[in-house]
T-cell receptor, first 116, second 114 residues
Framework: NAGVTQTPKFRILKIGQSMTLQCTQD?????MYWYRQDPGMGLKLIYY???????DKGEVPNGYNVSRSTTEDFPLRLELAAPSQTSVYFC???????????????FGPGTRLLVL | AQSVTQPDIHITVSEGASLELRCNYS??????LFWYVQSPGQGLQLLLK??????LVQGIKGFEAEFKRSQSSFNLRKPSVHWSDAAEYFC????????????FGTGTLLAVQP
């Protein structure tokens, strides 16, 4: 049971390039999340998904896109990389037993992205 | 709106000393509260959580936290710190609901002196 895995671990992008950050979980969790972590700012929610085919914006969605075609995968797409997107990106998943429940989120190891 | 405040950005303690990390939250109803730890270069690991019941919660690695509704606080404690506890600690509040989202504090960086 690998939990939440993320690839790549580290990437350098040039301004204007695009890339996809991959996230996969093998716990059959229906909820998945993308966060970015900037120094002194904690974690900010970018996008989340409550199930395959359903996604919604979080606090800081600008410059990002997501899709959720399967329960396991939740890729995050950067279309035109900007220096402001230099950050550490974390994917997480959870499994609320019913609507209204709160359940623990499990985090991946993160992807460190540098945009130059 | 929900929010979490961790007033201490950086704390240094001596190995063997006791530790208390502060967390205050703002939330209208009974909150779901979490403490996560992040070691350098790693992801976030759950230390403990409070959903309901006993207000003193035990977690992994010898940590505990106490929920105090009257003070809107959920402080993390450890009686004797080990060098391996050096890490960043995040408090978070969950709103439940349809999204299960978490709101994180800005974190407290713990350094441990020998």
């Amino acid at each position: 049971n690998a939990g939440v895995t993320q690839t790549p671990k580290f990437r350098i992008l040039k301004i204007g390039q695009s890339m996809t950050l991959q996230c996969t979980q093998d716990m059959n969790h229906n909820y998945m999340y993308w966060y970015r972590q900037d120094p002194g700012m904690g974690l900010k929610l970018i996008y989340y998904s409550v199930g395959a085919g359903i996604t919604d914006k979080g606090e800081v969605p600008n410059g990002y896109n997501v899709s959720r075609s399967t329960t396991e995968d939740f890729p995050l797409r950067l279309e035109l990389a900007a220096p402001s997107q230099t950050s550490v990106y974390f994917c997480a998943s959870s499994y609320p037993r019913s609507v209204g429940d709160q359940e623990t989120q499990y985090f991946g190891p993160g992807t460190r992205l540098l945009v130059l | 709106a929900q929010s979490v405040t961790q007033p201490d950005i950086h704390i240094t303690v001596s190995e063997g000393a006791s530790l208390e990390l502060r967390c205050n939250y703002s939330y209208g109803a009974t909150p779901y509260l979490f403490w996560y730890v992040q070691s350098p270069g790693q992801g976030l690991q759950l230390l403990l959580k409070y959903f309901s019941g006993d207000t003193l919660v035990q977690g992994i690695k010898g940590f505990e936290a106490e929920f105090k509704r009257s003070q809107s606080s959920f402080n993390l404690r450890k009686p004797s710190v080990h060098w391996s506890d050096a890490a960043e600690y995040f408090c978070a509040v969950g709103a439940g609901g349809a999204t299960n989202k978490l709101i994180f504090g800005t974190g407290t960086l713990l350094a441990v002196q020998p």
